[in-house]
């Protein structure tokens, strides 16, 4: 047993946990924040995604040991108050969900890529980047949707912000 | 997962140090690999040396043509660096494919060759590159590292440190990803150095691992275009046969990744 500490949204967090831990069972059963979801737990499907020190990493594929010391946000930590996230907004506008399973690490996901990727964002860039997330039920128009619409508000937002 | 016991290195020395403890001791670099792999029992070592905090192992430079990835660099960091972009884009644009983009922002170029999956990337870019691979006690050349499917010449308990490479004049990389795991099918890499000299190697359809292509780049030393490689016989013999492609489609594919590969390099 180790003992791992990290941020998690933003809150300084401890516990207890083999080395062999996950760093999704951490987050999941140690701290109780069950919305990041273990998928296929083969490194594909991306139901798993959170950002570790600000990149987007499977977190099925990452030790809790790995974080220790990391910032780690999760999909509890992007909506502000009672205000959804710009980008959990328009999954919900758009229709970008059916089940919702694969949702966390999507939306996740598509934080991530607007961060890098800014108001450059097109279809296609949408879809390449979303090879690490599987989704069953949408076919994936809805959810590529949703992500090029927060990306444009986002876009606006920050260029409202400088102005 | 098996248990096992987790370390955090803090130097090359101290990672070396670490793994020598235990004979069951493994590097862990991006873990893109080596997890998935405990997850299904396939490997149980006993204690993993984490990397991903060692400086000496991280970061790009490149001056004069000379150009030094760090071992512990993420497929993200390369793939991103306008520097590689500018010196080497075959290999940015490689580094741009492994993967999703999750995995890159975990799994590193050494972990990558230090494992040597036949279907890995970066064995075909570094051999046709002419890469000098650069390890705690020695330096090896692309050429004698890859040694086999899996198999490296690198001795037990010895590390990747980075991975050293001259510039070439032009270089292009093309891959056919199999559709669903998005492993290289067979991938292609060209570069023509300095020299006037051409580097053809493969990846993803040699049954033995990566593979350099003589025949392929004496046509094109002689005429660096992608016609050049039309009358090139791809012999099957060798290459991997699965549920995927046969060896003959294989065969096929080495020519025209070849090709689209030398289109890239422009």
């Known amino acids: ?163 | 997962m098996y248990a096992t016991n987790y370390h955090r290195a803090s130097s090359v020395e101290d990672a070396v140090n670490l793994v020598s403890t235990s004979d069951e001791a493994r590097f862990l670099s991006g873990g893109q690999t080596l997890l998935p792999t405990m997850k299904q029992r396939l490997a149980a070592p006993s204690d993993l040396v984490d990397l991903r905090h060692v400086a000496a192992m991280k970061g790009i430079s490149v001056s004069d043509g000379s150009i030094r990835i760090g071992a512990a660099t993420t497929h993200a960091e390369v793939a991103g660096s306008s520097e590689i972009a500018k010196a080497c884009p075959g290999l940015a644009h490689l580094a741009a494919h492994i993967g999703d983009p999750h995995v890159r922002h975990m799994g590193t170029i050494g972990g990558s060759i230090a494992n040597n999956d036949p279907a890995a990337d970066y064995p075909a870019g570094l051999m046709a590159l002419n890469a000098t691979i650069v390890t705690n006690t020695r330096s090896i050349s692309a050429d004698d590292f890859f040694t086999g499917m899996f198999e490296t010449a690198l001795d037990d308990g010895e590390l990747v440190v980075a991975v050293e490479i001259t510039a070439p004049a032009k270089c292009g990389y093309a891959k056919f990803p199999n559709p669903a795991s998005r492993y290289a099918m067979t991938g292609v890499f060209v570069a023509k150095h300095g020299d006037g000299s051409v580097r053809v190697a493969v990846t993803g359809a040699g049954s033995d691992g990566v593979f350099r292509h003589q025949a392929m780049e004496q046509a094109l030393a002689q005429n660096f275009s992608a016609e050049a490689l039309s009358g090139v016989a791809v012999d099957d013999s060798d290459l991997m046969a699965d549920i995927h492609a046969s060896s003959a489609y294989r065969a096929n594919l080495v020519k025209v990744m070849a090709k689209r590969a030398v289109t890239a390099a422009g």
Do not use: W
């Open chain 1, 1 to 163: 047993m180790t003992t791992v500490s990290m941020t998690v949204n933003g809150r300084t967090v401890s516990g207890q946990c083999e080395d062999r831990t996950l760093l999704v069972q951490f987050i999941r059963e140690n701290l109780g924040l069950t919305g990041t979801h273990v998928g296929c737990d083969t490194s594909q499907c991306g139901a798993c995604v959170v950002h570790v020190d600000g990149k987007a990493v499977k977190s099925c594929t990452m030790l809790a040991a790995q974080a220790n010391g990391s910032e780690v946000m999760t999909i509890e930590g992007l909506a502000s108050g009672g205000d959804l996230h710009p980008v959990q907004a328009a999954f919900r506008e758009h229709h970008g969900l059916q089940c919702g399973f694969c949702t966390p690490g999507m939306i996740m996901s598509a934080v991530d890529m607007i961060n890098r990727y800014g108001g450059q964002l097109d279809e296609k860039t949408v879809r390449a980047e979303l090879e690490g997330n599987i989704c069953r039920c949408t076919g994936y128009h809805n959810i590529v949707k949703a992500i090029l619409d927060a990306a444009s508000k986002m876009g606006d937002g920050a260029r409202v912000a400088a102005e």
